[in-house]
Structure formats: C-alpha cells, structure tokens
C-alpha cells in the first residue's frame, strides 16, 4: 500500500487515479493539479501544488480552507460561492471555471483560473473533483512581470462588456507612467521589474473589487469601469496618483507619476478597437498637457491631434524629399536712424498638400519637438547663406539674420555643417547672424555658451530673439552672451497708447546699450511708432511690416534694387 493511498484511503474512488495524476503533473508543469474525493473532502495535489504553497502532505483534509487562505480578500465572497456550487449539482452543470486573485508563491496576488470538472461512478453520481489551478500568465500568455491579463484579454472583456446590455455603458481608461523608463535606466532593469509589479499592485488594490487591471504596451495599463461618470473616474485617478508614486527602494524612495486617457461609451464608440484608440489619444494629449492628469475623449481635441499627426507624416514626406515643399521668405531690417536696408530676417515657410501657405506657429513647434528641426535647420541654412551670397553682389555689407534652436546646438555635427556651409559659400561669417528662438528653458548656459563661442570665434554673430517673452527675459539677458537684442512685437503694439510700454521700451534699450548689446524693435507698423523708438528710445534696428513684409526672393530683390 502506497503512502497515498493510506492518506485516502483505500477505498477512495482517488486510488484508481494516481497513475495517471502522476502523468499530469508532468504534462501540465506550468499548472496546480488537484483531486478531490467528494464524499471524504479529501484532497490529492500535485507536488509542485504542495511545494509551491506549503502544503502539509500530498493529500490534505483542509483543501478549501487552505485556498481560502491564498484568496485575495475582495474575491472571498466569490470563491465560496463557486466551491458550494460543486455540491449543487444540475444537469450540464458539470464543468467549473472560476477566476480569482491568488497569492503566488512570490507573495504577490496575481490573477489565475480554476478549473474543474466532475467525474461520475457507473451509476452517474459525481464522485470526484478533478481540477488545475492555472496562472493566467500562463494561460493566456499574460505579462510576465505583473501577471496580468495583455491588450487581447482587454479587447476581448471590454467587447463582452459591450455586448452585456443595450444599455450598457462606463468608460475605457488607460494608464501610462510618465517616467518611468528614466527609473529602469537609474537602477537597473532588475528592479524596474520590481518597481512594476509594485506600481500594478498598487493600482489593483485601490480599484473596486469588479474592475480588473490589464497590462498593455510598454509601461501603460487598462481598465473599464461600467457606469462610471467622469467624477468618478477622476476619483479613482486620484487615488490611482496616490497609491503609486511612491517605489522603496534599499537607500531611498523613488517617486512615479501616471497620466491617464479615458473615452466613454457608447458617448464616445460602441466598439472596443476605436474605444481603445480613443483612450489611448486621450493619454496622449494628457501628456502634451504636461502629465500627471487625466484627459477625456473629445472629438475636437481628437481632430485636432489627427490633423497635427498629418501634418508630422507630410513634413517627415518633405524632408524625404530634400525639403521641397519648404520655402524661405525674407523680412527687411533697417537702420534705425535713416530707414536704410541692411539685411533681412530668414523665415521658414510651408506648403500644405493643397498648395496653401501654412502659419509658421502651426508647423515651426511640430518641427522643434520632434526634432525635425536639424534636418530643417541644415537646410535654411545652406539656402538663406547662398542667397546672402547673392545679394552680397549688390550690397557687399547685407546682412542675414537665421533662426536656430537648442535642438540644432545639441547636434554634435551642427557646428562643422556651419563651418563647411560658411566656407563653401565664400562668405564673410561677419554677416551671417544667428537668433536663438527656443521657447523652452536652458538649464545648461555652460553648454549654450560654449556652442556660441565657437560661432563668434567663427565671426558668426548671436541674436536673442522674442526678448521679454517666456524664458527669453532678464534671466536670459544675465546668463546669454549675445550681440544683439531683439525686443518682441508685443510690446510695441500699444507704445503709442501706453507711458508705461513707452518707458518699458525706452529703458530697456537703455539697458541693453549699457552693456554693450545692439538693440532691434520688431512689428513696427506704424511711422509715429518708428519715429518714437528712433528719435526718443535710440533703437539700432527696426523689423517690421512698416518697412517691409517676409516676402519671397523674386519679390524682395525687386523692391531690394529700386
């Protein structure tokens, strides 16, 4: 007699089943099997079952408890409604699949399956409960790491979701953490895993016991909650804002946050592939809006982005294609003292697909954040130094204003491009100007500055253009070592209106000139205008439509000869 066979006895219906439970355990190495005799509540498990969860022996008299044990706190109720149904025998009733978060050896509540089925004597009376406890990261190829459920499951229950009613309705939610490839790179991809799982936790114990967490690409999750209003999933974004930020680590705590996406339905879609795009735009544009936060679903925000995303796609298209559909139009800068022509400002233009002009703030910041901006940058460049060179003929002291950005700096061949483009072309590096107009902050001057020395060692030189908007301000006037300012159109329009713009202007020219720095006035439209900042502010250089719009080459060299 056998060991187990003493445990079940030997007239227990387990006994003509150890052979093959023995086969089992091998076939299914990734699952927990178990038998139960249901006239004894006896239970046989596998040996990885009884390791696995420190099981006394093989055979257990106290197999519920023991699950029960295991059970996730929320899930309590509906395990023991789905264990008494085994006892409840009804026709066709005979097979058993029961879901629920269970305490995995590594001491985390992941998500798996029970499932069973009765087999009966030769007088059709259920005398065995044969089953297997699958982890669903097994059995539906779910995320390794956190255990849950991917991007199929999600699709799948937020269809079935959908289908559940006629009038169903709630909304899909998908999380993204803003920072977190920042964290696997600081401490290692050994406890980015770790932070994961910790972080997906987390979230799983502040949502309600019905709304599972899916794990989708990358570091983003999903949920639906049904019936949900927005204030009550800006709640459970709160509490989801709260719960993860902190990761402990061995020396410190580590600090996280999640933007979130949310479309509704059937407001929003009825199908679980566009209510899954939507979210997902939604998370998008909560980062474009500066994290940590939550965006819903709009269709005016949705087109909005749709539109921007084309027009990345058409001007990545253009760049392809040497840049064909941008053009450069030139704006008059004058001396200040007599109106004479001494150069001009370049300024990037676009053709749209169907042949319209599109407004510089439309494109200009897609090009900047996407970087887009070198490959541009290269060619305004090379094209507004030939066309320098040109018109150097007529006027050999023409100067040409060109805007860069600190994305261009950052390129480690921007600076020998400059060189090899200034000698190619035989011009007098004196006559070229470079205006700096990024509208993010510089949190290296160091690094700014040594990039612009060796354009002024060059003879190349420096501008700070928009001055007294966004960052371009004092700060930068302390810390940037420019030749020239340039006084931003805002505070010109009402300098005729207001002493107080009128006293802004005039001393801040003061001060510009008390250190040495030029000073050019752009948007001036109107004579009294020009003849204030002229005769009362000692402006160097006046820019604006007063003098000349941007217009293209043909055009400009007309009026440029007259």
Known sequence: MTEITQLIGEQSPLNGMQSYFGVLQKLASHSYIFAADLKTKRVMVSDNFMTDFNFPSRVVDDFDERLASLIYPDDIERYEKSVGKLFIKDEGDDDFDFEYRICRPNGEFNWSVIKGALIEDENGEATIWVGMLLPMDVRFGADKVTGLLGRDE????????????????GAVIIIGLDNFNVITESYGHGFGDIAL??????????????????????????????Y????????????????MREIRNVDDTIYCTASAGAALYPTDAADDVTLMRYAEVALEIARQKGRDQISFFSKETYDRWRYDIGMQNL???????GCEDFFLCYQPQVDAKDGRLIGAEALLRWYDRDGSVVAPMQFIPMLEKSRMIIPVGH???????ATAKRWQKYMPDFQM?????????????????????????????STITFELTESHNVYDWEFVNQQFKNFHDLGIKIAMDDFGTGYASLGFLKNFKCNLIKIDRVFIQDVLKSEFDRNLVKYTIKLCHSIGTEVCIEGVEEEKAYIFLRDECNADYIQGFFFGYPEMEEVFVRRFKK
């Open 228 to 243: 949900a209003m927005p204030e009550e999933i800006e709640i459970i974004f709160s509490s989801i804002q709260l719960c």
């Open 401 to 429: 204003s060109i805007n860069i950005s600190l994305y261009q700096l950052e390129e480690h061949m921007f600076f020998p491009f400059v060189e090899d483009c200034l000698a190619r072309h035989e011009i007098d590096p």
């Open 154 to 169: 999600f699709a799948k229950a937020i269809g079935r979701e959908l289908k559940s009613s006629p009038d169903a309705s």
């Open 315 to 321: 001007m990545q298209n253009c760049i392809a294609k």
């Open 379 to 385: 060619w305004i460049i090379e094209n507004a130094v």
């Open 197 to 226: 799982r910790q972080i997906a936790q987390n979230i799983t114990d502040v949502l309600p016991p019905d709304f599972p967490l899916y794990k989708l690409d990358g570091y983003t999750f999903g949920l639906f909650m049904p």
